[in-house]
């Protein structure tokens, strides 16, 4: 049944982001795909549509079959590469995820099963950068096997065109086992006569090295793949058996006693291709079944179209895509950081329903996407993208970010009533701490992402925040990945603090990340005219502050009788996730005034925050300083410089996020400080680069620092913000003045209503701090008790 139909990337698709921005300059050639592919970032370079499910990339090693060379499947660093796969996730930490199902284009016999080949010593092969060519929706490489391969995508398939040498075979493995995490079931039928061959593998197992609770199949993917040349030979392999003529293949990984995928397990197929030496593949990917598939790649890649003409679609797609922000001035490095941020922003989370609008659910059962709702979508990196990334893909995409928040609604409806943390395809992981679907949700909502069941998702996530579950009681998976949404719920409730006995991972941590769940969804409630529920949700929020400790001038931990626990170190992550004691200090994002006072006042405050940012010698510590100073590259200091504005210290703001954009982000593989974590650290990029940052769970309001380009507009339903500056460059950090459409702005922070039509910000900026700019008490942002 065809639900709705939209034009999207010259393709009439179903199930799809609508996507409507002028597209005439081409910003894709902006963008470099290598930034982040070091084991700082892991994000992977390969082809890959705005949001898109198919994502062609390859899969690099260092000699160990049974481990990811990186979460995203590529590492710049490593020279090898084994397996050319569809699926990818970009920025992830733990091990990485999906890399499904390999294509390797090989010049040999199989003369021994790939399954036994645990070092990739013999049908990986070595390339270098030099032989490669990396653009949005392409990428091409030359191996030292002779091969060159290029490959592109839709939102669903993908195409591959593989150019074999003079000399060898030419053939093709299909490892169809080998998902980066390992596999539970495996198997492939060959059509020779149809130059076809499909089937399917079944995974799961996100940071299953961690705990045993996710070393399970929660999806499996299917695809078919078509070639345009006649199969002179097959041969499959299961284990360490090879079958000479075979058209079947069955067998999985399985998992060692430590989660990861077995040696000299697996299955597969290699198929030879004679004398032809250019071989193209169209391959289609479905999470529901292989009918899908086929129909997914009959709609997108048909056998009328080129590898080229997928190309230019898949272009055409991010210009249109990332023409919502348009920026001018800016040197070539500021512009391409820019850009390739933005991109990475919007790959997640990702289209997940197919082109017939059926998806497979949190139940295991396949659903059918219904209106209002265009798409579903998967991958929802919740302990991260709540800050900041969902916030921008509301600003620029507000039905896709409505589609994105049913999505999430839909998957809890078929998990129980459970928001998971951390969703990978149609599976929960629990992974992180907090209730990031909570403030997701709420944050989406307030910029705009209203085409959802808004009603049923609010009262759903006030169900979950009111009502321990059995699974909130259980420790099943902590600390790393709790089964409950809010473990310990019961215990934030009765004590107004989490016990360090509580069910969760860090009680400090868990404290703080329930503290601004409950304010989102006091907001929520606010914008619902639930005036009951907001009041006390937002009493509840203020339960951080019950983990201060005067002695010590920290948040810390405390005994189910009250006792804070001894023997606090603020360098130490005790009670902390991904963070000390120091890191976690600031971590209060809707109520600073509070946080402030607490600490002893603005001056006392003040003190610790540039102690948190410099060192005794007055250097910058950004990152990789020690536990006392900030971590700028990782989600539980990324708000903290803000903070100054505050304090009447706007122009302190100011200078960290200038120097943050300009000393941890470059336009090299290097060039993401740390994990890209599905967008969010990208999105923070984006953010700050524009002068902007959504600072509060739930809410709208902007706070101020000061662009990085001369003019930026961006595109909106609403209106275009438009923000324009008097000076660039780097030396011209500070803001001189400000006016919010023509009207003089002396307040570091935008209200709510600013968004509602056209914005226009016009600042004037120096090199040196104007000190007298949004100080006074009523210019200074708002905090929430």
């Not at 041969?235 to 000299?264: C, M, R, S, Y």
């Not at 999470?287 to 899908?292: K, L, P």
């Not at 706007?650 to 593989?669: A, I």
Request: with cysteine.
């Amino acid at each position: 049944m065809r639900c709705s139909t939209i034009l999207f990337a010259s393709i009439a698709v179903l199930c799809v982001p609508q996507l409507h921005a002028n597209a005439g300059t081409d910003l894709a050639a902006e963008v470099n795909p290598l930034i982040g592919t070091t084991n700082l970032g892991n994000t992977f370079p390969g082809a890959v549509m705005p949001f898109g499910m198919f994502s062609f990339s390859p899969e690099t090693s260092k000699g160990e079959k049974n481990k990811a060379a990186a979460p995203g499947g590529y590492l710049y660093e490593a020279r090898k590469i084994r397996g050319f796969s569809l699926t990818h996730l970009s920025g992830t930490g733990c091990r990485g995820a999906s890399g499904d199902i390999p294509f390797m284009p090989i010049t040999t016999e199989l003369s021994t099963s790939p399954s036994l080949d645990s070092k990739d010593e013999h049908y990986a092969s070595r390339y270098s950068h030099l032989n490669e060519t990396v653009q949005p929706g392409y990428y091409k490489v030359r191996m030292e096997n002779g091969v060159q391969t290029e490959l592109s995508a839709s939102l669903r398939a993908g195409i591959a065109r593989f150019v074999y040498p003079a000399e060898g075979k030419a053939a093709i493995l299909i490892r169809n086992s080998d998902s980066q995490l390992g596999s539970f079931a495996a198997n492939l039928k060959i059509d020779a006569e149809n130059n076809t061959v499909s089937g399917s593998v079944s995974s799961g197992n996100f940071c299953g090295y961690l705990h045993p609770v996710t070393r399970r199949p929660y999806y499996t993917i299917h695809f078919v793949a078509r070639f345009n040349q006649k199969f002179a030979a097959t041969a499959t392999w299961q284990n360490e058996k090879i079958i000479p003529n075979g058209v079947a293949a069955e067998g999985a990984t399985e998992l060692d006693d430590k989660g990861f995928p077995q040696l000299n397990k697996g299955s597969g197929a290699w198929i030879d291709f004679g004398k032809a030496r250019n071989v193209e593949a169209r391959i289609g990917i479905s999470y529901v079944n292989v009918a899908n598939a086929a129909e997914n790649l009959n709609a997108e890649i048909s056998a009328e179209k080129t590898l080229e003409t997928v190309v230019i679609d898949s272009r055409k797609a991010w210009n249109q895509q990332l023409a919502k922000i348009d920026v001018t001035g800016g040197d070539k490095d500021q512009r391409t950081i820019f850009y390739t941020a933005l991109y990475h922003s919007l790959l997640h989370p990702n289209l997940f329903s197919d082109i017939n609008c059926e998806y497979a659910g949190f139940d295991q059962k396949t659903h059918k996407v219904k209106a209002p709702q265009l798409a579903q979508y998967a991958n929802f990196s919740g302990w991260d993208i709540y800050r900041s990334q969902v916030q921008l893909i509301a600003l620029i995409e507000p039905k896709i970010a409505s589609d994105i928040a049913q999505s999430l609604l839909n998957q809890a409806q078929q998990n129980n009533g459970v928001w998971d943390r951390w969703t990978h395809n149609n599976g929960a992981t629990g992974v992180m701490n907090g209730d990031p679907a909570t403030a997701s949700v709420a944050s989406m909502y307030a910029f705009g992402a209203r085409d959802f069941d808004v009603a049923t998702a609010f009262t759903s996530l006030a169900k979950a925040a009111r009502t321990p579950t059995k699974l909130d009681l259980s420790k099943d998976g902590c600390p790393v990945m709790c089964v409950g949404q809010r473990p310990g719920l019961d215990q934030w409730i009765k004590y107004g603090y989490m016990p360090q006995s509580a069910p969760g991972w860090g009680m400090v941590s868990d404290a703080l990340e329930y503290a601004s769940a409950d304010f989102a969804l006091a907001s929520f409630a606010g914008k619902l005219g639930d005036q009951t529920a907001k009041k006390e949700f937002l009493a509840r929020a203020q339960n951080w502050k019950n983990h201060f400790n005067p002695a010590t001038g920290y948040l810390q931990e405390r005994k189910q009788d009250g006792q804070f626990v001894a023997a606090f170190d603020p360098a130490s992550d005790e009670g902390m996730v991904e963070g000390s004691g120091a890191q976690y200090l600031w971590m209060v994002p809707f109520n600073a005034d509070g946080l402030i006072k607490t600490l002893g006042g603005v001056e006392k405050s003040t003190q610790r925050l540039d102690k948190f940012f410099k060192n005794e010698q007055g250097a910058w510590t950004l990152t990789v300083s020690g536990p006392q100073h900030s971590e700028m590259d990782n989600e539980p200091s990324i708000g903290a410089a803000w903070l100054y504005s505050y304090a009447a210290q706007p122009w302190k703001t100011q200078e960290v996020v200038g120097e943050v954009l300009q000393q941890l982000w470059h336009n090299r593989p290097d060039g993401i400080p740390g994990n890209d974590d599905l967008g969010q650290m990208s999105a923070w990029y984006v953010w700050a680069a524009m002068g902007l940052y959504p600072q509060y769970p739930g809410r709208a309001e902007l706070l101020i620092a000061s662009p990085t380009f001369k003019k930026i507009v961006v595109q909106r339903k609403q209106g275009p913000l438009t923000i324009n500056t008097d000076q660039t460059g780097t030396q011209f950090k500070y803001v001189q003045s400000l006016t919010l459409n023509g009207k003089s702005l002396t307040k570091s922070w935008l209200d709510e209503t600013a968004l509602d039509g056209n914005l226009s910000l016009d600042f004037k900026l120096g090199k040196q701090a104007n000190k007298k700019w949004a100080i006074k008490p009523g210019e200074l942002p708002p905090s929430f008790e």
